[in-house]
């Protein structure tokens, strides 16, 4: 019989308990950072040669280091793009944990993979690609468009006449920092179309004409927008792949903050014209309710991104034998190593049923329309633009944006909000605004209201 280590068990007690309080909390501040040094003097010197001791290092955590976090889920933490894990996701995150899974290869993640990839033929039925479109989740949207992007360009330089040279992408400044960020990683060019408001097929033929024969040369992809995670706006994506056919182009779609709203039938139609894409990126880690760290890249042709991705070496090769048969997610994005991450997504899906997610989805999107609507009443307030998706942005009359900082700063100090400034593009000119993100359901009208309140 095995000695039951009661060290390890009290310690799973401990850690166990400290989950079910911390899911379990409606009302707690939102967490502020705090200086490193700060930190430093009121934890003292953890990292010893005997070890502080893993009770004592808790207690450190619980007194000092949690706080020193904003937690994203807070129901009036609306910056940026929030998040809200539901509780059988996270759940599954410490069983993802405990299982010691290396989700590369078929292999050795077999029933990690096959969960992964169930929760996957789902996102992927939402996007409408044809049969044979599939994915693999990555540690989130950047590694997703840079793994889609390198893809693109692979296939394209398949054609002996481009192996030399530097390729080209097309995207509007309404795209997220990643897309320019990846560019430089994958070493590609990149062409901005200057708008903010969607991005059309139109604006992307005129792009195209300005460009130079060689730059035309050296275009080879699109990266279009399925809500700009600064205001929510999804681009024509219709007419955006008509012109990407008609050019020979690869067509990327960046949904890795909209995409969750593809199972919302009231906006699904907005995305007409993403089942025409190339390649797709949702995050699960932002609108469909998955802990961190969790992407997913989504292509129309699979055989496409493992030309580009899959990794050879001697030690691998035991993975391409026949008796480890099956799906190898690190074929298909850059990394080779990976946590089966798309497992906590799996269970929840399994566990609430997707219905569950369309109301979920639908709630943010409500929230959105009340926010607007609690806005316009308020005889201070503007919206900047209408909300789009779950994204409002809105102004108060006579603010300057210094005004902005110092309010959002204020509630933040208080524990009681976290709402962040933005600037919107009107014209030639950059407006500094107020932005509501909602994506956790249990934000309430009246959470909205309160934080208004405090514009005065
Ligand atoms: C958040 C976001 C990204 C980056 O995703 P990460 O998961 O933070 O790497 C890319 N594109 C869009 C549209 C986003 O909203």
Redesign the pocket.
């Known amino acids: 019989m095995h000695k039951i280590d009661i060290e390890l068990v009290e310690m799973t007690l401990d850690v166990m308990k400290y989950v079910i309080g911390r899911v379990s909390a409606t009302e707690h501040k939102i967490g502020k950072p705090r200086k490193s040094e700060e930190l430093k003097a009121a934890v003292g010197e953890t990292i010893t040669e005997k070890g502080v001791g893993g009770e004592y290092a808790f207690n450190l955590w619980k007194e000092h280091l949690a706080t020193a976090n904003v937690p994203v889920d807070h129901p009036r933490n609306l910056a940026f793009?929030p998040a809200s894990p539901t509780k059988a996701a996270i759940m599954f995150d410490l069983i993802t944990s405990a299982s010691s899974i290396h989700g590369a290869y078929w292999m050795e993640g077999a029933g990690g993979i096959f969960c992964e990839n169930e929760a996957m033929k789902w996102m992927v039925s939402l996007t409408g690609l044809p049969e044979g479109a599939f994915g693999v989740f990555t540690s989130?949207?950047?590694?997703a468009?840079l793994s889609a992007i390198v893809t693109a360009r692979e296939h394209w330089r398949e054609n002996p006449e481009y192996q030399r040279e530097k390729g080209l992408i097309i995207t509007s400044i309404g795209a997220?920092s990643?897309v320019k960020a990846m560019a430089k990683v994958a070493d590609v060019d990149i062409v901005m179309v200057d708008s903010e408001e969607h991005l059309t097929g139109e604006a992307l033929k005129e792009a195209i004409a300005t460009l130079t024969a060689h730059q035309r040369k050296c275009l080879f992809a699109v990266v279009a927008?399925g809500?700009?995670?600064n205001a929510g706006i999804i681009d024509d994506l219709e007419s955006v792949s008509k012109v990407c056919e008609d050019e020979n182009l690869w067509f990327h779609v960046?949904a890795?903050?909209g995409g969750g709203a593809l199972v919302a039938d009231s906006v699904r139609h907005l995305f007409n014209g993403i089942e025409k894409a190339d390649s797709i990126?949702i995050?699960p880690?932002?609108w469909m309710f998955s802990p961190y760290d969790c992407?997913a890249v989504i292509y129309k042709n699979m055989e496409l991104a493992k030309n580009a991705h899959s990794q050879q070496g001697s030690y691998l090769e035991i993975f391409k034998d026949e008796g480890a048969h099956g799906f190898n997610p690190t074929d298909y994005q850059i990394q080779l190593t990976r946590r089966v991450r798309g497992l906590p997504l799996w269970f929840s899906l399994a566990t609430h049923g997707t219905d569950r997610y369309k109301e979920a989805v639908e709630r943010g999107l409500e929230l959105a329309q009340i926010a607007g609507r609690l806005i316009e009443a308020h005889p201070n307030l503007e919206l900047v633009r209408e909300p789009s998706l779950s994204c409002v942005l809105y102004r108060r009359i006579g603010w300057q944006p210094e005004d902005y900082t110092h309010w959002t700063y204020e509630n933040h100090e208080k524990g009681f909000a976290l709402v962040t400034p933005t600037k919107w593009k009107n014209g030639d000119t950059y407006e500094t605004c107020s932005r509501f993100c909602f994506i956790n359901p249990d934000t309430t009208e009246n959470d909205i209201a309160m934080i208004l309140e405090t514009m005065i």
Do not use: E, I, M, R
Not at 140 to 143: I, W
């Open positions: 793009v989130g949207g950047t590694a468009n997220h990643s927008t809500g700009t995670t960046d890795a903050y990126t995050d880690h932002k992407g």
